[in-house]
């Protein structure tokens, strides 16, 4: 198995850039697609998006494809998620997750291993 935990949520302006990251313990990292999902304020979990356990592949959501990108890096145990050209609309809780498995994976309930979430707010 293995644990997640996200850092790097905090309050920006519109515009400005926050970089996400996602620590994993337990399990062999480079095993695991690795997604990022938010929920924003009275809404439910979206998808934002995915990477390969290469890394070699990624997959967004239309709301951020351009402005945001994952990547990861295995030695590290970590993946990252780059977000540029912040609005408002981004705010949310952030939550990494987890699947063993050897593609991409965008639908929430495919995912087995979800770190705690940390929260982004952007302000206008």
């Known amino acids: 198995q293995v644990q997640l935990v996200e850092s790097g949520g905090k309050s920006v302006q519109a515009g400005g850039s926050l970089r996400l990251s996602c620590a994993a313990s337990g399990g062999t990292f480079s095993w695991y697609a690795v997604g990022w999902f938010r929920q924003p304020p009275g809404k439910e979990r979206e998808f934002v998006g995915t990477?390969?356990?290469?890394?070699?592949?990624?997959g967004y959501g239309a709301s951020v494809k351009g402005r945001f990108t994952i990547s990861r890096d295995n030695a590290k145990r970590t993946a990252y998620l780059q977000m540029s050209s912040l609005k408002p609309e981004d705010t949310a809780v952030y939550y990494c997750?987890?699947?063993?498995?050897?593609?991409?994976?965008?639908?929430?309930?495919?995912?087995?291993?979800w770190g705690q979430g940390t929260q982004v707010t952007v302000s206008s």
């Open positions: 997750a987890a699947q063993h498995t050897t593609g991409l994976v965008y639908t929430l309930l495919e995912y087995d291993y």
């Open positions: 990477i390969d356990r290469s890394g070699e592949s990624t």
